[in-house]
């Protein structure tokens, strides 16, 4: 089974801040790999798919970047409606699937 | 409108059986993966399995295979989630999610673009 890790699992920011989040995957995943966020109380939403394609109505600040083992998501300037938790996904071997294990954005 | 509607909270003893649904709306039902996720309090995602309504086609992660059953009714475009004996330690909040494949740079990719919204099963005593 292919495990997937993130880093850090959470971070304080400030508003106008750049944030990176980290993924990794146990063993290459081509460009497989999906990007979710989760606020308190609702069900994620999909913001990036297949590393880098940014789903439809999603602000153009959230990035994704990657291939094989390692990706990136990148919030180039945190907004207040950002702070949340995010997972990576990976579809390599779907539709088995699994998630990261999240990483939770906070106020600074 | 694309949506999934799951059914509501439920509050189980340990031991009992339950079943929750999750129906699906607005799009060809039988056409689709429908996956299950499931979040326990203060935790992460974990994928727990997935069902392809049209042949009923079912994945299970192995660390939720033997613990649940995923079964559909393509006639009534719902999914379930079942246990035939509950633990305190299934006392989380559970998701459906449609998997769309989507194309990108020349190959198709498999997310969950739909979800519903979750059904709370607390199992206590």
């Known amino acids: 089974d292919i495990q997937m890790t993130q880093s850090p699992s959470s971070l304080s920011a400030s508003v106008g801040d750049r944030v990176t989040i980290t993924c990794r995957a146990s063993?290459?995943?081509?460009?497989?790999l999906n990007w979710y966020q989760q606020k308190p109380g609702k069900a994620p939403k999909l913001l990036i798919y297949?590393?880098?394609s940014l789903q439809s109505g999603v602000p153009s600040r959230f990035s994704g970047s990657g291939s094989g083992t390692d990706f990136t998501l990148t919030i180039s300037s945190l907004q207040p409606e950002d702070f949340a938790t995010y997972y990576c996904?990976?579809?390599?071997?779907?539709?088995?699937?699994?998630f990261g294990p999240g990483t939770k954005v906070d106020i600074k | 409108e694309v949506q999934l509607v799951q059914s509501g909270a439920e509050v189980k003893k340990p031991g009992e059986s339950l079943k929750i649904s999750c129906k699906g709306s607005?799009?060809?039902?039988?056409?689709?993966?429908i996956g299950w996720v499931r979040q326990m309090p203060g935790k992460g995602l974990e994928w727990m399995g997935i069902?392809?309504?049209?042949?009923?086609?079912?994945r299970y992660s192995p660390s939720f295979q033997g613990q649940v059953t995923i079964s559909a009714d393509k006639s009534i475009s719902t999914a379930y989630l079942q246990w035939s004996s509950l633990k305190a330690s299934d006392t989380a909040m559970y998701y459906c999610?449609?998997?769309?494949?989507?194309?990108?740079?020349?190959?198709?990719?498999?997310?969950?673009?739909?979800w519903g919204q979750g059904t709370m099963v607390t199992v206590s005593s």
């Open positions: 063993q290459s995943i081509s460009s497989y």
């Open positions: 999610a449609k998997q769309t494949s989507i194309a990108a740079a020349g190959r198709s990719n498999d997310a969950f673009d739909i």
């Open positions: 996904q990976q579809s390599y071997s779907t539709p088995d699937s699994a």
């Open positions: 069902i392809y309504p049209g042949d009923s086609d079912t």
């Open positions: 607005g799009y060809s039902f039988t056409s689709y993966w």
């Open positions: 297949a590393a880098s």
